[in-house]
């Protein structure tokens, strides 16, 4: 179809109108057809019964009369026809304004939807009936609003956070910078400011780096390298790695790494969520203490452990610690000895989440104050016909 | 390094701060360098000039690093090239390897790494494996994995071996933290956590090599990396 008219309304008149058209003519057409045969039926009964007396069958006088029924034939379908324009005028009319009615909230979600942009997400459309198709269009529209609002508003927290923790270092590698320049110094104390300079960068990088992993797990651009792998060997890697930190603390990693544990996952991004847990296990608790990495199989599930005896977590920071940016300053200071420059921007946990829940997993936390923390990874087992 | 053997190198990168730090810094170590600044300057130079080496920025005004390198293979040059780029998605890695470059390094990188992986592709060829390495009265043997310092022996874990042993080979030059991560702890990604386990293993092993020794070997040169070298205490 080469012509579109605009409006549903027209659209609907137009096709109303040529509907009872078609109709009138079926139905004409069925009078005519109908008239026509009982008049000429008529016409031969007469004729039969003249043939009794008259012997000629189709004499002048049947002629004649065929030609006036013909004729009142003719004046007939005239009539008719005449009523078919008038009635397919009248249909559209009516189509229109029935269209026009039932549209009409159509037109009220178009106004109040163009209203709300990006800036103004708290609005919602109005619902005229919750109970009908509009009502239904118009509910969905809300939620959909609703959960716009929700990413819309994640995401500027995210930003502004971000950018505050981008503007420390850059704040620090200013400072850095002009104060150095502002009196002589010798190469050695030049050569010292540089070196504080390059490792406030490197954290930049670092945070830059995670920044991007957090913003391509979102939106789900980075495909994960999934693999067959053993969960209690991915953990074991990362106890490997990460004993020298513990032995210089002089804390004591009880491993308890159950038989192999058969999961699907991209293992390099696996391994940064249980190093990352046994990395804040380490630098959490106090020298001296215990911290156990343990795995086992629970029903159709893995699960990997990393249990410690730090000052644990309140149960009302127990939620937020996985979100971007939230370190609980309160109960778990930073401590300058492991943290160094290039310590972690609270982004750590809500990598590992992302990570572990893009694997269709989850990461728990079991904590009191004072009773130590246990962070939990679960993730689905592997079908053993995979 | 005598001048007629230093390597010529053409850097094609269109922002100016970086080429002549970029400039400075392989002078420095010893290469001959050429600027350009745009693709078509830099496919010009590369196809009159004879380089050891190119390093090739990806995104370039007028003509792209990608096209330069494609174009420079069409003609049959056989030059290393090294690609630097702010994008490092896995495609962008693979179009950049499949276009006939050689290496490939993330933007912003340490400096040392660069240098490392230039000289990595203008030798390729490793060190002799198995022969033993030594600087000033340190010797590592490969062939029973055990070192000595002044002919005390060093009780070193197969990390602080392996860690000791890439610093040799890489004596007098910086090391940073991105290429022990990569080389010596075998991992692709770069945590925090690792480069803390970096930071202690490196602080045993200089206890394990630098102590009570006259002259030191194993220095951090903050922000930056390490380097083993020979330099008074």
Redesign the interface.
């Known amino acids: 179809m080469s012509w579109r008219p605009k409006s549903v309304r027209v659209r609907l008149a137009l096709a109303y109108s040529a509907t009872f058209g078609v109709l009138l003519l079926l139905h004409d057409m069925a009078v005519y057809g109908w008239v026509r045969h009982e008049a000429f039926e008529a016409l031969e009964e007469q004729g039969a019964r003249d043939a009794a007396s008259v012997p000629i069958v189709r004499g002048p006088a049947y002629d004649t009369q065929s030609a006036s029924v013909e004729q009142e034939l003719g004046e007939l379908v005239m009539a008719l026809l005449l009523v078919i324009a008038p009635g397919m005028l009248l249909a559209g009319a009516a189509g229109y304004l029935l269209a026009k009615r039932a549209l009409a909230p159509v037109d009220r979600l178009t106004t109040h939807a163009a209203r709300i942009t990006a800036d103004r997400l708290d609005e919602r459309v109005p619902v005229a009936n919750p109970d009908d198709e509009l009502g239904r269009l118009a509910t969905t529209m809300n939620a959909m609003i609703a959960r716009l609002d929700a990413s819309f508003a994640a995401l500027r927290r995210f930003t502004a956070d971000a950018s505050h923790e981008l503007r420390t270092p850059l704040t620090a590698l200013r400072a850095i910078g002009e104060v150095s320049l502002r009196e002589r110094r010798d190469p050695e104390a030049l050569?010292?400011a540089?070196?504080?300079?390059?490792?406030e960068?490197?954290g930049l990088?670092?945070l830059v780096?995670s920044l991007l992993t957090l913003a391509r797990s979102d939106d789900g651009s980075?495909p994960l390298e999934i693999d067959d792998a053993d969960l209690s060997e991915l953990a074991r890697r990362v106890v490997d790695?990460?004993a020298?930190?513990a032995d210089?603390k002089r804390q004591r990693l009880i491993i308890d790494l159950d038989a192999p544990l058969p999961v699907r996952v991209d293992r390099?991004l696996v391994r940064?969520a249980i190093?990352?847990l046994?990395?804040n296990a380490i630098r959490y608790s106090p020298p001296g203490t215990a911290i156990t990495v343990r795995s086992r199989p629970i029903a159709t599930r893995c699960v990997v452990e990393v249990m410690d005896q730090g000052p644990g977590i309140a149960p009302d920071d127990q939620a937020s610690i996985f979100e971007r940016f939230r370190r609980l300053d309160s109960s778990r200071t930073r401590d300058p000895a492991?943290d160094?420059a290039?310590?972690?921007a609270g982004l750590?946990l809500a990598l590992a989440r992302a990570t572990i829940e893009a694997h269709g997993g989850a990461i728990e936390v079991d904590s009191a104050v004072g009773a130590g923390a246990t962070f939990r990874i679960v993730l689905p087992n592997r079908p053993p016909t995979s | 390094m005598p001048s007629s053997e230093r390597p010529r190198i053409l850097v094609i990168e269109d922002q100016l701060k970086l080429a002549h730090a970029l400039e400075e810094g392989l002078r420095g170590e010893g290469f001959d360098v050429s600027l350009a600044s745009s693709g078509t300057d830099g496919y010009f130079l590369a196809t009159t000039e004879p380089f050891a080496l190119l390093v090739l920025d990806w995104m370039l005004p007028g003509r792209d690093g990608v096209e330069v390198l494609k174009a420079l293979r069409r003609a049959g040059h056989e030059v290393p090239v090294l690609i630097l780029t702010a994008r490092d998605d896995v495609d962008d890695r693979i179009t950049g390897l499949d276009a006939g470059a050689d290496d490939y390094l993330v933007k912003p990188f340490a400096f040392a790494e660069l240098v490392a992986r230039l000289r990595a592709l203008l030798r390729r060829t490793r060190p002799d494996a198995a022969a033993p390495r030594r600087c000033a009265d340190l010797i590592l043997d490969p062939r029973d994995r055990r070192g000595t310092r002044g002919g005390r022996p060093l009780e070193l874990t197969q990390r602080e071996y392996e860690l000791l042993d890439f610093l040799l080979i890489h004596q007098g030059q910086l090391v940073s933290r991105e290429m022990l991560a990569r080389e010596v702890w075998q991992e692709t990604g770069r945590a925090t956590s690792l480069d803390n386990v970096i930071d202690v293993t490196m602080a045993r092993l200089r206890r394990k090599v630098d102590l009570d020794a006259t002259t030191r070997l194993l220095h951090t040169v903050r922000g930056v990396g390490f380097i083993l070298r020979e330099e008074p205490a």
Do not use: I
């Open positions: 050569r010292e540089m070196g504080s300079m390059l490792e960068l490197d990088t670092h780096e980075h790695q990460l020298t930190l210089e390099s940064r190093a990352n046994l990395d492991v160094g290039s310590g972690g750590g």
